[in-house]
Every structure is written in structure tokens, then in C-alpha cells.
Nanobody, 136 residues
Framework: QLQLVESGGGLVQPGGSLRLSCAAS????????IGWFRQAPGKEREGVSC????????LYADSVKGRFTISRDNAKNTVYLQMNSLKPEDTAVYYC?????????????????????????????WGKGTLVTVSS
């Protein structure tokens, strides 16, 4: 069964940290760019961060830049999102998604990341999400 499974969500106080994991099963992530998205109650889903399949290039939404770090461990078939200095407005269900990226130029890879972060990319696989609640 081909799937992505998120884990690591929970309740944390403002200023705290969490690390989310996105594990793939049934396929390998090597050729996939991975995006993290979130959806807060009553709001549209938004791109948070993404990481390239090629050279590990990353992009972040302005709202999380400097606080969140995305990384990948292809040997473990897992992508992580380290979230520090969490704020109440970070409360949301967090999803990871995979976009199969073929061989291309650096420009192609960076364009793919921008499309993922903007929500324009048609992702191949989605996880079911993990809830992050930031509250005192």
C-alpha cells in the first residue's frame, strides 16, 4: 500500500518545539519533492515548506521562515519538519505530500518547489495529517 504517514503532532506551549515526521511506505521518496502543508480551522490549506528531490534545496513560507526547518533522510524514507518558537497561529492540521520529480535542470527543480509551496502542484500522495496545537 502506497502511503505517507505523519506523526509527531501534539499540544505544545507557545515558544515550544515539535518535530513532525513524514514516513513513506510502499514507495521510496528519492525521486519525490516533499511538501508540508497546514490547514487551520476555518482557513484554507497553505504551503509551509518543501524540499527538493535533487539537492535538498528548500523553500519556506514567510510565516515560518527562521523558525521551521525541513529535512529529509532518504535512507529512512522519511522527511522531517522541525518547528521551533511555535506560536498559537501555528495551530493546524499538518499534512505532508509527495510530488514525483523527473530528471531536469536546476531551474526545473526550483520551479517545482515554488509550485509546491504555492499549492499549484498536483501532488501524487498525501498523508492524513497530524494535529499541532499551540496553546498555554
Amino acid at each position: 500500500q502506497l502511503q505517507l504517514v505523519e506523526s509527531g503532532g501534539g499540544l505544545v506551549q507557545p515558544g515550544g518545539s515539535l518535530r513532525l515526521s513524514c514516513a513513506a511506505s510502499g514507495f521510496t521518496l528519492d525521486d519525490y519533492a516533499i511538501g508540508w502543508f497546514r490547514q487551520a480551522p476555518g482557513k484554507e490549506r497553505e504551503g509551509v515548506s518543501c524540499i527538493s528531490s535533487s539537492d535538498g534545496s528548500t523553500l519556506y513560507a514567510d510565516s515560518v521562515k527562521g523558525r521551521f526547518t525541513i529535512s529529509r533522510d532518504n535512507a529512512k524514507n522519511t522527511v522531517y519538519l522541525q518547528m521551533n518558537s511555535l506560536k498559537p497561529e501555528d495551530t493546524a492540521v499538518y499534512y505532508c505530500a509527495a510530488d514525483h520529480i523527473g530528471v531536469g535542470t536546476d531551474y526545473y527543480y526550483r520551479l517545482a518547489l515554488r509550485r509546491i509551496l504555492s499549492g499549484a502542484a498536483a501532488m501524487d500522495y498525501w498523508g492524513k495529517g497530524t494535529l499541532v496545537t499551540v496553546s498555554s
